[in-house]
């Protein structure tokens, strides 16, 4: 059972710490209503199902790569570069007037989905994350399977749980917008993004 409260804390800190994706889940939320927020979500949380995979059958492999030399500077200048394009298209983009929240499922899936897979991704701190602290914790631990799953479900709800009442907040703010506050948001989400990319790029080129 302690592994469960262990694997909530985890998933607590790596919500708290992936900045970017707030301003994304919010953002879109206030814009295009409830589902369209939740699609974000969907490709943050299948991008990290896919580290899971990645943890469980090629920890070792994946362990190997994150310790190559050049490979943060590479997955944070990618990473970088995607967070200064969306964040740039999200600040100049600006709203004639208040957008009607809607949501069409052949279109916001996947352009939504791929935001949020792409931020979270290509974001250097998500992958040392789960395949480089996570496995170390786990080997240091001397997990059982049992409890390595205990574990894993226990970061990965709390990741679903966490970014859900984001959704489900930005939802409650969405009836008090006026176009003024809705580009106030753009401005504030873009630029946040913009910064967290160029911080980012700085960061692994330094």
Do not use: C, H
């Amino acid at each position: 059972m302690d592994y469960l409260f262990y694997g909530m804390g985890w998933g607590l800190w790596l919500a708290i710490m992936v900045g970017p994706l707030v301003f994304a889940l919010i953002q879109t939320t206030l814009e295009k209503g409830t589902p369209a927020g939740f699609t974000v979500g969907l490709g943050i949380w299948l991008s990290d199902a896919l580290f899971v995979l990645a943890f469980f059958w090629a920890a070792d492999s994946m362990r190997s790569l994150t310790a190559y030399e050049n490979f943060e500077l590479i997955v944070g200048t990618i990473g970088g570069i995607i967070l200064l394009l969306i964040g740039g298209g999200i600040y100049l983009n600006t709203p004639k007037e208040l957008p009607k929240p809607s949501f069409k499922a052949s279109k916001d899936i996947l352009a939504n989905g791929f935001k949020g897979f792409a931020i979270n991704t290509f974001n250097p701190f998500t992958f040392i994350f789960w395949l480089g602290m996570i496995p170390t914790y786990v080997q240091t631990n001397k997990m059982i399977d049992t409890q390595i799953f205990i574990f894993i479900l226990a970061i990965f709800g709390t990741i679903i749980f966490t970014d859900s009442l984001k959704v489900i907040f930005a939802k409650k703010l969405q009836p008090k917008l006026t176009l003024k506050n809705i580009i106030l948001v753009r401005k504030i989400s873009g630029a946040a993004l913009v910064i967290f990319g160029i911080a980012l790029i700085i960061r692994v080129l330094t």
